[in-house]
């Protein structure tokens, strides 16, 4: 069975200080994608970063950044000098490349609060 | 933008009645799908279509059922609406080749 974990439920921080939010999932599958999603105190839900389990290599998006490392199975990803825009609930997902979603597997979330 | 509606975005409802969320897409997608939000479980999925008429339950379908006669509708019945499913209801599309998924902006439901 699939899994997620989001280990820390609450974050709080300084604007401009570094965080990163972990994420450790577990799948028998070798093929297979991570996600990572924004919900903002609005309440939408934004995709942020797709990554399949073949490529290794760090993503780095202006302030954002991913780690993944198979060998621990986990999908880090770190916010380099936090905003209070970046203040929002923040989910990893996980799914297997040819289930089309039923398989979506969501963790419960991080919230992280950046304070002025 | 994928181009998914919900509605009604909130409803207030009370125990015993039956509810339809509706999720509407733009872009003919094939797969949709119906979670809920609750607090501490993240995303959940009750649903999901993978085409006209086929659908298929997820890990909390229970009291739910769903219906998608055309691509660009899916939607979500309550039959007897229960205290229980006062939740935040997400559709989402799924792109085909990356597995991506679009969400759309959730409709808040309680029941009473």
């Known amino acids: 069975a699939q899994k997620v974990t989001q280990a820390q439920t609450e974050i709080s921080v300084v604007e401009k200080e570094d965080v990163t939010l972990d994420c450790v999932y577990e799948?028998?599958?070798?093929?297979?994608?991570l996600f990572w999603y924004k919900q903002p105190p609005s309440g939408e839900l934004v995709f942020l970063i797709r990554?399949?389990?073949?490529?290794?290599q760090n993503e780095i998006s202006g302030r954002y950044s991913w780690n993944f490392q198979k060998s621990t199975s986990s999908f880090n990803f770190t916010i380099t000098a936090s905003q209070v825009v970046d203040s929002a609930v923040y989910f990893c997902?996980?799914?297997?490349?040819?289930?089309?979603?039923?398989?979506?597997?969501f963790g419960p979330g991080t919230r992280l609060s950046v304070l002025p | 933008d994928a181009g998914i509606t919900q509605s009604p975005r909130h409803k207030v409802t009370e125990t015993g009645t039956p509810v339809t969320l509706r999720c509407h897409q733009t872009?003919?997608?094939?797969?949709m799908y119906w979670y809920r939000q609750d607090p501490g479980h993240g995303l959940r999925l009750i649903h999901y279509?993978?085409?006209?008429?086929?659908?298929d339950k997820g890990e909390v379908s229970d009291g739910y059922s769903v219906s998608r006669s055309k691509t660009e509708d899916f939607l979500l019945t309550l039959e007897s609406a229960t205290s229980s499913q006062t939740s935040v209801y997400f559709c989402?599309?799924?792109?085909?080749?990356?597995?991506?998924?679009?969400f759309g902006p959730g409709t808040r439901l309680t029941v009473l």
């Open positions: 989402a599309i799924s792109v085909t080749d990356t597995n991506e998924q679009f």
């Open positions: 799948t028998r599958d070798t093929t297979y994608y």
């Open positions: 990554r399949n389990s073949f490529d290794e």
């Open positions: 997902a996980l799914s297997e490349a040819e289930a089309y979603g039923q398989n979506f597997v």
């Open positions: 872009e003919n997608h094939r797969y």
């Open positions: 279509s993978y085409g006209v008429k086929d659908t």
